[in-house]
């Protein structure tokens, strides 16, 4: 089958490679219909991410139709379309039972990381009970694409954590797909004020049409001023994190009101200054998270009845033999104004 393969930093390629197959008796083989490729894939392949070695086929996001289960799977069968959750969860460990998947203890993020991943034609999927999620029928598969990772990750590292409440005021730092999953989502509870903040224009206008209230383009230095002028000096109730970087963690310290939340969704690379000489008597919170993909059964409720509309997040489709130049595309997203690029099996 054909699968894209991480060969070390800096290189990829669309290699030869043989069909998956089952493992372990709670194993399922997926064909891929449907993947996509994320930022994090961009991470491993600058060698960012040491778990993630040379040899391994990238992607943790997709859909697909069961091909073969082990003879403990019982929630699937051959024939079944599936969506694939980014996280491997078995469902019984410590973690498991209280739903912080992100962390089980035979599972966890290891899809196109520690194993092999979705961009191929099959994949094979642990503990796959606990990890696929049957498609409803009539759904639009390519919508449900964005269900893998970034829609559980907006929502449950940023609008959950965030405690993000009727009336309130949120800033989003980053408006990229993760940052725009966070404004779709944060949009089920009324926020008052959703500010979305970023250095590219593009995205700024593509946050404005997806509900954003105002949009601050932080590439001038001045966007604290900017934030509080909006905000009547206070600050923002929520400030999300969806960057990765220190200069915009350092943001969300300086634009959080009293008795606010700073949710860190950015998976960060370097030390970042905490500022509690500034922030000890604000009575905040901060949080980070791991996506645990827990609120996937929701979310796939909330897309199958247009509450929100998943597929505004894709821009681009390729086939997989294409696959090279879908990264290249998703790569110079600045030029390109990619958000998500579809790649079909
Ligand atoms: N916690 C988790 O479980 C989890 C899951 C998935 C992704 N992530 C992380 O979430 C982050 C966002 O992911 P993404 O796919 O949207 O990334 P992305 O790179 O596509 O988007 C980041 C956005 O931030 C903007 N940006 C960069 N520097 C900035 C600055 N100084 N000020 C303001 N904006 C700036 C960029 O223009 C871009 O639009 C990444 O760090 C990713 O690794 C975390
Ligand atoms: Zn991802
Ligand atoms: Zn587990």
Request: proline content about 5%; charged content about 20%.
């Amino acid at each position: 089958m054909k699968a894209l393969v991480y060969v070390g930093p800096g290189q990829k390629a669309l290699e030869d490679r043989p069909k998956p197959d089952v493992a372990a008796p709670t194993d399922a083989i997926v064909k891929i219909t449907r993947t996509t490729i994320c930022g994090t894939d961009l991470h491993i392949l600058k060698g960012d991410v040491a778990t993630c070695k040379p040899g391994r086929i990238l992607g943790h996001e997709g859909v697909g139709i069961v091909d073969k289960i082990g003879s403990a799977v019982t929630a699937f069968k051959p024939g079944d379309r599936v969506l694939i959750s980014c996280i491997s969860a078995c469902g019984k460990c410590d973690y498991c039972r209280r739903q912080m998947y992100s962390h089980c203890t035979t599972g966890g993020w290891i899809l196109g990381n520690s194993i092999d991943g979705t961009q191929a034609e099959f994949v094979r999927i642990p503990h796959a009970d606990n990890s696929l999620y049957p498609i409803p029928a009539g759904a639009d598969e390519e919508a449900l694409v964005m269900l893998s990772d970034i829609l559980p990750t907006g929502f449950e590292c940023g609008v959950l954590n965030g405690k993000v409440q009727p009336g309130n005021s949120v800033a989003i730092v980053g408006s990229g797909p993760i940052g725009l999953a966070a404004l779709l989502t944060a949009q089920f509870y009324s926020p008052a004020e959703l500010i979305m903040v970023d250095l590219d224009d593009n995205r700024l206008a593509v946050a404005k049409r997806f509900g954003a209230t105002a949009t601050v383009n932080s590439t001038d230095g001045k966007a604290v001023d900017a934030i509080m002028k909006m905000t009547g000096g206070r600050g923002v109730d929520t400030a999300i994190e969806a960057v990765g970087i220190p200069a915009t963690f350092e943001l969300c310290e300086q634009i959080v009101a009293p008795g606010g939340t700073i949710a860190n969704i950015g998976v960060h690379g370097t030390k970042v200054a905490l500022h509690l000489e500034r922030l000890w008597d604000r009575n905040i919170t901060i949080t980070t998270r791991l996506v645990d993909t827990a609120s996937t059964p929701m979310l796939l409720n909330i897309v199958r009845s247009k509450k929100i509309d998943a597929k505004l997040l894709i821009t681009h489709r390729f086939k997989l033999d294409n696959i090279l130049d879908a990264y290249e595309t998703f790569g110079h997203a600045a030029d390109t104004k990619a958000l998500k690029v579809i790649i079909e099996v």
